[in-house]
Structures are given as C-alpha cells and as structure tokens.
C-alpha cells in the first residue's frame, strides 16, 4: 500500500504514538519510514529587533541551537534503531 511512511516527531508523546502506528502499517507493506523532526534557527533578525550587540550572548544563542541539533540527532538515532530492530528501513531527518 505504502512505499514511504513519512513520520513528523518533535519529541512528544503524540510523536511516539504516531511512529508505533507507522512501525505497524509498515511491517504490513514492507514500508521504508522516515522519520521528520524540524529545528527552527533562529533568525539574526530576532537578536537585531532585541537591540543584542552583545557577542556572548549571540554566542550563548549558538552554543544552545548547537546542543539542541545534537539532542535531536541522538534522538533520532534512537527512533531509527527501535525501526530497524523491528527490520524496517528507516532513516531520520532534521
């Protein structure tokens, strides 16, 4: 029925219930998932209309957008390894 299962999750539990539906239809079809999780950066703009000259802060904006990324990374690695224990293919994108 389904070649792509396309899979939003942002870390909620409704993300968790949505990728549990998705593993079972896919298992039916032989499905390929891909699993979605969307960072939104953090525009210049937004410092700019703050009046934030200062570099520590902009620095302090990266450093937290960064471990974010890395957050979401681990995440999702661990989503795609629960696929592929169930044998499917699978991959994560952000």
Known sequence: MYDTILVPHGGTKAG???LRHAIHIAK??????II???IEP???QNLEYWNVENDSTKKQVEV?????????RKFLAEQVA??????LKCE???
């Open 82 to 87: 629960q696929c592929r224990k169930e044998g």
């Open 36 to 38: 979605l999780n969307v």
């Open 16 to 18: 968790d219930e949505a």
């Open 42 to 44: 953090w525009p210049e």
């Open 64 to 72: 937290i957008l960064s471990n974010m990324k890395d957050g979401v």
């Open 28 to 33: 039916l079809d032989s499905s390929k998932i």
């Open 92 to 94: 994560g994108i952000f």
